[in-house]
């Protein structure tokens, strides 16, 4: 059974750095083909994918947050974290971490619950 | 980045409707088009994956088409557990976007 489930500060000031991490269980990371992805949803807002990293670690950033994203694994711990800098309230959303069906890269069948971060000072 | 648009982004319909929601990718995304659903307060649940693959578990009314750039999601028999947001999202670009959904309401 696949489960993945976000944790982290539900609040954090401008300009500080969010540390988030994704702790799953029923699959590794470090079998062939398994990835998993960060994706943002704003409060009444779309979701926005943020960062994805596959079982060899490569990494792939969305375009337009790249600068401030990195995104780890920790293949002991079943965990994957991501870290963005400068936070700003825009930031303030709900965080989900997701893994694609099968070795897929993006069709998100198993979702976290999400973690609601408020950026405020 | 690839733009994914969604129409309409509203929709009001009653229990039993056949209902319609389109997804335009700015370039072609061959049939890397997924679809969700998102009821308040939860984690969006695939619906559609790979334009028309219907994921495990998802009721049969629910179907995809479409190839390149346009893509359709088809609700065949409204139920009022179907009231919620969808979302379509391509998977061709390693750079991952998601349409702006579309909110289903009871007429």
């Known amino acids: 059974q696949v489960t993945l489930k976000e944790s982290g500060p539900a609040l954090v000031k401008p300009t500080q750095t969010l540390t988030l991490t994704c702790t799953f269980s029923g699959f590794s990371l470090s079998t062939s083909g398994m990835r998993v992805s960060w994706i943002r949803q704003p409060p009444g807002q779309a979701l926005e994918w943020l960062a994805r990293?596959?079982?060899?670690?490569?990494?792939f950033y969305s375009t337009s947050l790249k600068t401030r994203l990195t995104i780890s694994k920790d293949t002991s711990k079943n965990q994957v974290v991501l870290t963005m800098t400068n936070m700003d309230p825009v930031d303030t959303a709900t965080y989900y971490c997701a893994r694609p069906r099968g070795s897929s890269y993006g069709d998100f069948d198993y979702w976290g619950q999400g973690t609601l971060v408020t950026v405020s000072s | 980045d690839i733009q994914m648009t969604q129409s309409p982004s509203s929709l009001s319909a009653s229990v039993g409707d056949r209902v319609t929601i389109t997804c335009r990718a700015s370039?072609?995304?061959?049939?890397?088009l997924n679809w969700y659903q998102q009821k308040p307060g939860k984690a969006p649940k695939l619906l559609i994956y790979?334009?028309?693959s219907l994921q495990s578990g998802v009721p049969s009314r629910f179907s995809g088409s479409g190839s390149g750039t346009d893509f359709t999601l088809t609700i065949s028999s409204l139920q009022p557990e179907d009231f919620a947001t969808y979302y379509c999202?391509?998977?061709?670009?390693?750079?991952?976007?998601f349409g702006q959904g579309t909110r289903l309401e009871i007429k």
């Open positions: 990293i596959d079982w060899d670690d490569d990494k």
């Open positions: 370039q072609s995304i061959s049939s890397y």
């Open positions: 999202q391509q998977s061709y670009s390693a750079s991952i976007t």
């Open positions: 790979a334009a028309s």
